[in-house]
């Protein structure tokens, strides 16, 4: 029987290798994986690149990532934020590259990457410097920009609860970038709440289907 639950968070990340490509849910402080990035901070994997709405305030999240120098490149829509020192430090030092996407274009060229799209044409960043070097169009007489799609070698997602297929639903906001993650990305890995049996979980509920899974891993409570 299909049974996607790791034991542990280290075991379900210390495959990730140096260079690898990491996207990471969460919302300002809504549906971040901290124990899964605690697990990769502890694994030491070197020279990532992090996709994610922003780089973390504090000490934890993306931040943690950052303060232990495991990253070379950090593509998101918001570089700061409340809190978001190790960024800042980092990027004044010419010590980290950063790629700035707008958050809906960021949210499209992962849908696109998990559709297996080509890209996609938007009005977003048109005549801008987000424009620089990408092919444009005027279409309905207003220019757009071609947008590649964005996947990755790993997602980071935190959800509500999980049964043993990978079926995952999350808690009201702390969906966000999850679902669109989890179907962008080679390997899938979940960090949640609780475990249920399977067919316990609402179909209409489920956000990422299991076949976008590949494994989970249930947090500790405090």
């Known amino acids: ?9 280290g075991a379900a990340v210390a495959d990730m290798p140096d260079g690898a490509s990491v996207m990471i849910g969460g919302f300002g402080s809504s549906g971040i994986p901290l124990a899964l990035i605690d697990a990769v901070c502890a694994a030491g994997p070197r020279h990532l690149t992090v996709i994610s709405n922003n780089t973390g305030s504090g000490e934890t999240g993306v931040s943690a990532l950052l303060r232990e120098g495991l990253v070379d490149k950090v ?3 918001y570089p700061r934020s409340r809190g978001s020192v190790w960024f800042e430090r980092l990027y004044e030092q010419n010590a980290i590259e950063l790629e700035l996407v707008p958050q809906g274009t960021l949210a499209e060229r992962m849908r696109a990457a998990g559709a297996g799209l080509g890209g996609f044409f938007t009005p977003t960043g048109y005549g801008t410097a987000l424009a620089n070097g990408k092919e444009t169009r005027m279409i ?14 790993y997602a980071l997602l935190s959800a509500y609860k999980a049964d043993p297929w990978g079926n995952l639903i999350y808690n009201t906001a702390a969906r966000n970038f999850n679902p ?3 179907t962008a990305a080679n390997c899938a890995v979940a960090e949640v709440g609780e475990r249920v049996a399977l067919g316990e979980l609402d179909p209409e509920a ?3 289907p299991g076949i976008f899974i590949d494994r989970v891993v249930v947090r500790e409570q405090p």
């Open 1 to 9: 029987m299909i049974d996607k639950f790791w034991p542990d968070m």
């Open 140 to 153: 309905n007489g207003r220019g757009h920009v071609l947008e590649a799609p964005l996947a990755a070698d």
């Open 206 to 208: 489920v956000a990422s």
């Open 75 to 77: 593509v998101c829509s």
């Open 180 to 182: 669109v993650m989890a």
